[in-house]
């Protein structure tokens, strides 16, 4: 009984240590994309994209953004960037970022 009793509650702290571990994670994903894709345009975009720096066009700039992506499409601005361009360096400066942080990074400088 005693040893049954040890268990259960092992069992039950390592139940409870793995659901906070999940809650935590959600909670992680789930504010994710709003903060990081921000704070990953800080970082690396922002150094010529917040100004205009080199001619690239300025987070904001809708208009051209938009004009932009209906004329080359998103994938194709994904390579661009992924691949870099005249003054923009391979990647943006962004080492970690998927095919899809790209993708939200042009989105969100479009607005
Ligand atoms: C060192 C400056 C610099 C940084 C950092 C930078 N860019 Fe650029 N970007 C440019 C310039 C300049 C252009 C215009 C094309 C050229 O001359 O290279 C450009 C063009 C682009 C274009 C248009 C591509 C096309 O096919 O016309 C996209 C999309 C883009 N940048 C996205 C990004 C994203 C996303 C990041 C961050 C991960 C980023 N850039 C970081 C300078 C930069």
Not at 5 to 32: C, F
């Amino acid at each position: 009984m005693r040893l049954l009793n040890i268990s259960s509650i092992k069992i039950g702290q390592a139940l409870s240590s793995s659901m906070v571990a999940l809650v935590i994670s959600i909670a992680m994903t789930s504010s994710h994309a709003a903060t990081d894709i921000s704070k990953i345009y800080n970082d690396s975009c922002a150094a010529c994209h917040d100004s205009g720096a080199l001619n690239a066009i300025k987070k904001g700039d809708s208009a051209q953004w938009q004009r932009l992506i209906e004329r080359k499409g998103m994938p194709a601005l994904i390579d661009s960037v992924k691949g870099g361009m005249i003054q923009m360096p391979a990647g943006g400066l962004c080492d970690s970022c998927s095919d899809d942080d790209y993708r939200k990074l042009i989105e969100y400088m479009s607005k």
